[in-house]
């Protein structure tokens, strides 16, 4: 048994979705429908459904990209009021019930293991959820053969107040990250990219953001907020960013407002929206449209030091970038060693590769000797890495 069905439809706004069920007869569903019925997966398609029977109805192994926002079980007791005696906006829609928690557990397990099907071997989901839910969802993620990857903290930059003053102020949220098994290989994480977002230091697993207000928040034609948990589109690009590249297929069983399809359109991701709420589908469909996606240079992902190809220092010598008698020095001047005609160095009696005598030199067990040596030039050190920069450039448009 599920939680009941959100009753009326929301929005006066004119549907472009797909429906599935009766009144399926529009175009993008047919041409939606035509892609599945070929084994290819929609592309930037909202259906409209439960998200259990949509998921089973996807091709296996589609998409590169799961992100969930699945009802929270908020167990509300009763309307919550202001100091004032104003009543505030809490969750308590249809969709949020569940009779108790082995039928929030069996709905939960339902669509996990409907979202894993749908996952290509090294997709990744992140599930965001608060202390109502996600412990329930981590148990079942481990239970149903996900690996955990991380938990991210979203810490919220204006959190609502705890009114009754019974417990501390519920200033985040939690969102798991997990590859599809412990064996899963090669699952995107653009760890260079974010380091170098994040003024080259290592990206964190807590994440400070405010939650979704002003201009951003959708609202309907009474001018009230028209989705109750509508999450701000910064998180999703954060996410998008780390965990997908430009192309890739994200698919949202829990779609709302749409933000994941948003965030997607800007960053050049395709989407597939599942929302069993036509109302919130519609809205969904009118933001979206109106994004426009970033410049494709802008979005493009960077390339690793991984992905790049391998440069030995030989050919940097050959090439004459360094040449075979010179000093190389460390960035600081404390070391010196010779370069010689084969790409290797002389420190004293030692002769090794740049990696190993920088190691020798500072006695350590290991140096990335690419960023430990300088070459001097027109009076100032420049790193030898640089000369791999340009090796590398020479290398791609050769390859054009
Ligand atoms: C927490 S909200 C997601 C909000 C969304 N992340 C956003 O930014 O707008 C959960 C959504 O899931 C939908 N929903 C709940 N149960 C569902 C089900 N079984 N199948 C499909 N959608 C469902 C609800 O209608 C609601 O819009």
């Given at each position: 048994?599920?939680?009941?069905?959100?009753?009326?439809?929301?929005?006066?706004?004119?549907?472009?979705?797909?429906?599935?069920g009766?009144?399926e007869?529009?175009?993008?569903?047919?041409?939606?429908?035509?892609?599945?019925?070929?084994?290819?997966?929609?592309?930037?398609?909202?259906?409209?459904?439960?998200?259990?029977?949509?998921?089973a109805?996807?091709?296996?192994?589609?998409?590169?990209?799961v992100?969930?926002?699945?009802?929270?079980?908020?167990?509300?007791?009763?309307?919550?009021?202001?100091?004032d005696?104003?009543?505030?906006?809490?969750?308590?829609?249809?969709?949020?019930?569940?009779?108790?928690f082995?039928?929030?557990?069996?709905?939960?397990?339902?669509?996990?293991?409907?979202?894993?099907r749908?996952?290509?071997?090294?997709?990744?989901i992140?599930?965001?959820?608060?202390?109502?839910?996600?412990?329930?969802?981590?148990?079942?993620?481990?239970?149903?053969?996900?690996?955990?990857?991380?938990?991210?903290?979203?810490?919220?930059?204006?959190?609502?107040?705890?009114?009754?003053?019974?417990?501390?102020?519920?200033?985040?949220?939690?969102?798991?990250?997990?590859?599809?098994?412990?064996?899963?290989?090669?699952?995107?994480?653009?760890y260079?990219?974010?380091?170098?977002?994040?003024?080259?230091?290592?990206?964190?697993?807590?994440?400070?953001?405010?939650?979704?207000?002003?201009?951003?928040?959708?609202?309907?034609?009474?001018?009230?907020?028209?989705h109750?948990?509508?999450?701000?589109?910064?998180?999703?690009?954060r996410?998008?960013?780390?965990?997908?590249?430009?192309?890739?297929?994200?698919?949202?069983?829990?779609?709302?407002?749409?933000?994941?399809?948003?965030?997607?359109?800007?960053?050049?991701?395709?989407?597939?929206?599942?929302?069993?709420?036509?109302?919130?589908?519609?809205?969904?469909?009118?933001?979206?449209?109106?994004?426009?996606?970033?410049?494709p240079?802008?979005?493009?992902?960077?390339?690793?030091?991984?992905?790049?190809?391998?440069?030995p220092?030989?050919?940097?010598v050959e090439?004459?970038?360094?040449?075979?008698?010179?000093?190389?020095?460390?960035?600081?001047?404390?070391?010196?060693?010779?370069?010689?005609?084969?790409?290797?160095?002389?420190?004293?009696?030692a002769?090794?590769?740049i990696?190993?005598?920088?190691?020798?030199?500072?006695?350590?067990?290991?140096c990335?000797?690419?960023?430990?040596?300088?070459?001097?030039?027109?009076?100032?050190?420049?790193?030898?890495?640089d000369?791999?920069?340009?090796?590398?450039?020479?290398?791609?448009?050769?390859?054009e």
């Open positions: 048994m599920r939680g009941s069905r959100a009753g009326a439809t929301r929005l006066p706004v004119q549907l472009q979705v797909l429906r599935t009766r009144n007869a529009r175009r993008p569903a047919t041409l939606a429908k035509d892609r599945i019925a070929k084994g290819e997966p929609p592309r930037d398609a909202i259906i409209v459904g439960d998200c259990i029977d949509e998921l109805r996807l091709p296996e192994a589609c998409v590169d990209f992100f969930a926002d699945p009802p929270y079980n908020l167990q509300l007791e009763g309307a919550l009021s202001r100091p005696q104003s009543v505030v906006d809490a969750v308590d829609d249809d969709w949020d019930k569940f009779a108790d082995g039928v929030y557990d069996s709905f939960t397990r339902a669509w996990l293991a409907g979202a894993r749908a996952m290509k071997p090294d997709a990744t992140v599930v965001i959820g608060s202390y109502h839910n996600i412990f329930r969802v981590g148990a079942i993620l481990q239970d149903l053969g996900f690996w955990i990857l991380n938990d991210i903290v979203w810490r919220k930059a204006n959190p609502m107040p705890n009114f009754r003053g019974r417990r501390f102020t519920n200033a985040h949220e939690t969102m798991i990250w997990a590859a599809r098994s412990a064996e899963a290989k090669g699952y995107t994480f653009n260079e990219a974010l380091k170098a977002g994040n003024e080259d230091t290592q990206a964190r697993s807590d994440w400070f953001l405010p939650i979704c207000t002003g201009a951003e928040r959708l609202k309907d034609a009474n001018g009230r907020k028209a109750p948990t509508q999450k701000p589109e910064a998180l999703l690009q996410l998008l960013v780390a965990a997908t590249n430009a192309g890739d297929l994200v698919l949202d069983p829990f779609f709302g407002s749409g933000t994941t399809g948003a965030a997607a359109r800007r960053l050049r991701r395709h989407f597939i929206g599942l929302e069993r709420d036509a109302g919130y589908a519609a809205a969904a469909r009118a933001r979206i449209d109106a994004v426009e996606a970033f410049a240079e802008a979005v493009a992902t960077a390339p690793t030091r991984r992905s790049e190809p391998r440069v220092f030989l050919s940097v090439a004459g970038l360094v040449k075979p008698g010179e000093t190389l020095h460390d960035g600081a001047g404390r070391h010196r060693a010779m370069a010689r005609v084969d790409g290797a160095l002389t420190l004293g009696p002769i090794g590769s990696h190993k005598i920088g190691a020798l030199a500072q006695g350590l067990p290991a990335n000797g690419w960023t430990f040596w300088h070459v001097e030039r027109a009076g100032k050190l420049v790193c030898i890495d000369f791999r920069a340009v090796m590398r450039a020479a290398m791609r448009e050769a390859a």
